[in-house]
């Protein structure tokens, strides 16, 4: 089945561990996307905010939240107490997935798979073991279920202070976790509940921030 797993370094830091990264064939998704967009920040960051996948413009750069739900995140964290700068970010899957109508033209995002989270599970795992953050924010479902299991669920889990349970080669410690809505879900959806949906979120990354 698909499977990271045998593409991981045998040991080295998150250098060794993004050039890793780079070469992953452990499912199709490498195929269509444009680059491996690896986690981004310190191993000393304390807190670890993880998404689902890189999106449109994560693939064209390289780097994980610099597009559109990037910016509102950046913003949201700031609300929350969060400072951007000092958190490691990163995310469930590390290779854009989209739905293209014909060459030359936008590429949709698509969710990405069970297998495919499963897939990509042990990068994240490796991050998590090499940055031991204290709190772990899970952005959207994908996320959770990444980091929590397939019967995770955002609306009845969201806000509230869940442990992190062990991932294989996950870190030892005792890390905490708080779930709560991807950005892009208040990007998305009508406007009229927008303002609430942001005003969610906020409230969520504040429940993570006051445990740092
Ligand atoms: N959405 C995500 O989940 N991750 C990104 O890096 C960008 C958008």
């Not at 293209?100 to 994240?124: T, V």
């Not at 795992?125 to 924010?137: I, M, N, R």
């Not at 969201?158 to 709560?180: F, K």
Request: neutral net charge; aromatic residues 4%.
């Amino acid at each position: 089945d698909y499977d990271a797993g045998p593409f991981l370094p045998s040991g080295g830091g998150l250098p060794a561990l993004r050039e890793a990264a780079a070469g992953c064939r452990g499912c199709p998704l490498h195929q269509d996307a444009t680059r491996t967009v690896f986690g981004s920040g310190s191993t000393r960051a304390r807190v670890m905010l993880v998404g689902e996948q890189p999106g449109d413009q994560e693939d064209r750069q390289g780097k994980p939240f610099v597009g559109p739900a990037g910016k509102l995140l950046d913003r949201a964290l700031e609300e929350a107490g969060i400072d951007p700068a000092h958190a490691y970010v990163t995310n469930a899957v590390k290779h854009f997935k989209f739905e293209q109508a014909a060459r030359g033209k936008r590429r949709i995002h698509k969710p990405p798979s069970l297998r495919e989270i499963s897939a990509c599970r042990p990068w994240l795992a490796a991050e998590l073991e090499l940055v031991d953050p204290e709190v772990v924010v899970a952005l959207g479902a994908s996320a959770g279920k990444s980091l929590l299991g397939s019967s995770f669920r955002v609306t009845s889990q969201r806000g509230t202070v869940l442990p992190l349970p062990p991932l294989a080669g996950g870190p030892s410690g005792e890390s905490l976790l708080v779930a709560t809505i991807h950005p892009s879900a208040v990007l998305r959806g009508g406007d009229a509940d927008r303002a609430a949906r942001y005003a969610g979120l906020v409230a969520d990354l504040k429940v993570a921030g006051e445990l740092l």
